[in-house]
């Protein structure tokens, strides 16, 4: 995913720009929160998850939205194998004490999670037990690149 740097409380914007990116879209974080009000309040906090797909449709991109609640273990493994779909984009969210959202890249052999992180200029990596500390939710999106 492509390193995008966040603009004032646009953690989600900046991630839905960086894979609109990868898939040939050019968006800026401010463009996607005024085209997109249902789904952004103007300061760019994103509103529910469960609305994040209707950015991809309102730009002419077909995508299945699946959304794992944080309360649930996880299970590494299948994300693992979900993530290395290439029509397949990761967002995790943290939803407890500063919510943040970043972008998957991948997830290395050894279980270590490399990161676009829109708040930082280069990717990060968490371990996963760090990863387990965190309230953490998953969203992917799958693609049906015909735009």
């Known amino acids: 995913m492509k390193q995008v740097k966040q603009k004032p409380n646009h953690c989600v914007p900046a991630c ?3 894979i609109l990116s990868d898939i ?3 968006k800026s974080q401010y463009e996607i929160v005024r085209d997109n009000p249902d789904v ?3 300061n760019g906090v994103a509103n529910y998850t469960s609305m994040w797909d209707r950015v991809f449709k309102r730009y002419g991109v077909q995508v299945s939205l699946w959304f794992e609640d944080e309360k649930k273990p996880y ?6 194998k979900i993530a290395s ?4 984009k990761i967002l995790l969210l943290w ?4 919510q943040h959202t970043v972008g998957l890249n ?7 999670i ?3 992180d829109p708040a930082l200029d280069i990717p990060d990596v968490y371990k996963i037990d760090k990863q387990k500390e965190l309230n953490l939710a998953i969203v992917s999106f799958t693609f049906s690149i015909n735009k």
Do not use: Q
Request: aromatic share 6%; charged share 40%.
């Open 24 to 26: 040939g879209i050019k």
């Open 85 to 88: 779909n290439p029509n397949v």
């Open 114 to 116: 490399e990161v676009m």
């Open 40 to 42: 952004f309040n103007k």
């Open 75 to 80: 299970d590494f493994e299948k994300l693992k």
């Open 106 to 112: 991948c997830i290395k052999d050894n279980g270590d």
């Open 95 to 98: 939803r407890k004490g500063d």
């Open 16 to 18: 839905l720009k960086a």
